[in-house]
């Protein structure tokens, strides 16, 4: 029980920050297109850490709030409202039940994307997806964490079915959805499964490859293996006696 109250207050510090950026950027202290101040400059005005900081950046980049330019910065993106029947797949859930269920939903939805970009997919939309792969196994072989490449890969396969309405959605859910992301949140910080990066990126490839085949079905079969299997794994958890002394209501 003391691992978890060890984690509490960074989470806290990270979710502070979110609340105190997003009501500057909300009430107009941080108009659509500024710069945000620097990392180092939000450590000292905050008394916070590096970590926090970045785990704050990257919170208000998954909703849509700021962009990171490479070199440049951090930037206030213009106010999209979203849909407000969405609202619920955005909420923060620390039930592990309710994240296996919103992953279901975008497995429902992605497996069809992929189906759909092998038969709609542009060249330079195929280009996209292997870059992807490529930056995957760049951050993996570099030691870095690998959350923003494996969302760019399923945000580069949505944008190739060239129907926005794919693209549309997963950018609504954000970067949360990725399983590791959500389930650190649920489970105080700590990814209850093994680094699985390798695998993860083997995953990849197998969809790109059955896109760029233009085989509709193995691109479809290839993303279902690679999420469902996903969600498994972490369905496991949930039965197992460690997780239910943690989360006894969430099994």
Do not use: W
């Not at 293996?225 to 969430?250: C, F, N, W």
């Amino acid at each position: 029980m003391a691992a978890p109250q060890q984690d509490k207050p960074r989470i806290s510090l990270t979710a502070t920050l979110v609340r105190r950026l997003r009501d500057d950027i909300e009430s107009g202290r941080y108009a659509a297109g500024e710069k945000l101040p620097t990392e180092p400059e939000m450590i000292r005005q905050h008394g916070v850490s590096r970590t926090v900081v970045r785990e704050a950046i990257a919170a208000l980049r998954a909703d849509g709030l700021v962009e990171s330019r490479h070199g440049v910065g951090v930037f206030v993106l213009q106010a999209q409202p979203a849909p407000s029947g969405l609202d619920l797949l955005t909420q923060v859930s620390d039930k592990i039940s309710d994240i296996i269920e919103e992953l279901e939903l975008r497995a429902g939805v992605e497996i069809e994307a992929a189906g759909l970009a092998a038969q709609r997919s542009s060249p330079a939309q195929e280009a996209e997806i292997q870059a992807c792969v490529d930056a995957f196994a760049a951050d993996m072989e570099a030691g870095r964490a690998t959350d923003e490449a494996d969302f760019a890969f399923h945000m580069a396969v949505a944008r190739a079915t060239n129907n926005a309405r794919f693209e549309a959605f997963l950018a609504h859910l954000g970067r949360r959805t990725i399983p590791r992301v959500k389930f650190r949140s649920a489970l105080g910080g700590v990814d209850p499964l093994p680094n699985r990066d390798h695998e993860l990126n083997a995953e990849h490839a197998r969809v790109a490859d059955a896109i760029f085949a233009r085989d509709a079905e193995a691109a479809r079969d290839a993303m279902r293996q690679h999420l469902v299997g996903g969600m498994e794994r972490y369905r496991a958890i949930t039965r197992s006696p460690r997780a239910a002394r943690a989360k006894p209501g969430d099994s």
